[in-house]
């Protein structure tokens, strides 16, 4: 079988500069896009190498660390428009429903699998996306986002990563329990 192309939407990659350059300023998104090989304004519904999206995340990671890479995450569903809205107002049941939907839209590979079964327990598993810690990271916050904006007192554990040899990246987004 052959590869699958990896490629990111355009806009969903340039919601982590628009990141940068709010919490670092104009000289922070100029480096981080340099850095990241991302020229102009990348075009919503265009696909690109998924390879800027990493950079970003690489380049955030070594400005920031781990916090700043969460901290992105976290900055994600309060600025995805639909999803955004439905994080406000939606149960967590449709938000995770509507990040495996939007998965597909995203990306050119992988896939995301969600199981809502239990009541306040979110199961999200990534399959051929793994690209490196920081991603990782970087899910983790989107999800921390998530809780976040919908006001509740949950929290996201990963339990399984693919870089460490496990099918897939899982995170168990607990929607209203302490860690």
């Given amino acids: 079988m052959p590869e699958v192309e990896r490629k990111t939407r355009g806009d969903a990659i340039n919601t982590y500069p628009k990141f940068v350059k ?24 265009t696909y690109y190498p998924d390879e800027m999206m990493v950079n970003v995340y690489k380049w955030i990671h070594d400005k920031k660390g781990d916090q ?33 939907k939007n998965f597909g839209e995203i990306y050119t590979f992988g896939r995301g699998e969600v199981d809502v079964s239990k009541p306040d327990v979110s199961v999200v ?15 983790k916050g989107i999800f921390e986002g998530f809780i976040s904006i919908t006001k509740r007192q949950g929290y996201v554990e990963k339990t399984k990563c693919a870089g460490k040899g496990d099918p897939c990246c899982e995170y168990i987004v607990y929607w209203n329990k302490s860690s």
Wanted: aromatic letters at 12%.
């Fill in 22 to 45: 709010k919490k670092w300023g104009a000289d922070g998104y100029n480096a981080c896009k340099e850095a990241s090989g991302i020229q102009g304004e990348l075009k919503t519904g």
């Fill in 68 to 100: 700043g890479l969460l901290e992105a995450g976290r900055f994600i569903p309060a600025n995805l428009g639909v999803i955004g809205w439905l994080a406000r107002f939606g149960t967590p049941e449709m938000i995770i429903k509507r990040v495996q």
């Fill in 125 to 139: 598993q990534f399959y051929d996306i793994y690209a490196g810690p920081e991603r990782c990271l970087v899910w």
